[in-house]
């Protein structure tokens, strides 16, 4: 009986031990041929999203280029609207001074006129009234 116990244990070990040694074979094949799958489509799914993070960034830079030719373009008419104003100022500055100028130059001569009529007038005064 006690044989017959032991050849039985021995047998179900014996059945156990193939069971798990091929449990581990199936496992490990499973493993082998599938991990490098889910590897893949790990590193798909986080290029996919890199991907889609470049895509984002790649509108954004476009919109800011767009944004910054708008501000370019303003930028330019502004400098051009400035330019001219500038221009505008000098002129009116040079026309300023030369008007200036020529009403100094008219005060001297009213001056001059103003002091020459005073000698003659008092000269003639003197005329008379020593007559």
Same mark, same amino acid.
């Given at each position: 009986m006690i044989g017959s116990l032991l050849n039985a244990l021995l047998a179900t070990a014996i059945i156990l031990g193939i069971v798990l040694i091929a449990g581990l074979i199936y496992a490990s094949i499973w493993i082998f041929l599938f991990s490098p799958i889910k590897r893949l489509d790990k590193r798909n799914k986080r290029l996919a999203e890199a991907n889609c993070e470049y895509n984002k960034?790649?509108? $954004?830079?476009? @919109?800011? =280029? $767009?944004?910054?030719?708008?501000?370019?373009?303003?930028? +330019? $008419?502004?400098?051009? @609207?400035?330019?001219? =104003? =500038?221009?505008?100022?000098? @002129?009116? +500055?040079? +026309?300023?001074?030369?008007?200036?100028?020529i009403i100094k130059e008219h005060d001297q001569e009213f001056k001059a006129f103003n002091e020459?009529?005073?000698? @003659?007038?008092?000269?003639t005064r003197k005329k008379k009234s020593t007559n």
């Open positions: 960034i790649t509108v $954004e830079h476009a @919109k800011m =280029l $767009e944004m910054n030719d708008a501000q370019r373009k303003v930028y +330019e $008419e502004w400098s051009v @609207k400035k330019q001219k =104003l =500038l221009d505008d100022i000098d @002129k009116a +500055e040079s +026309e300023l001074s030369r008007k200036q100028k020459w009529q005073n000698g @003659k007038s008092s000269k």
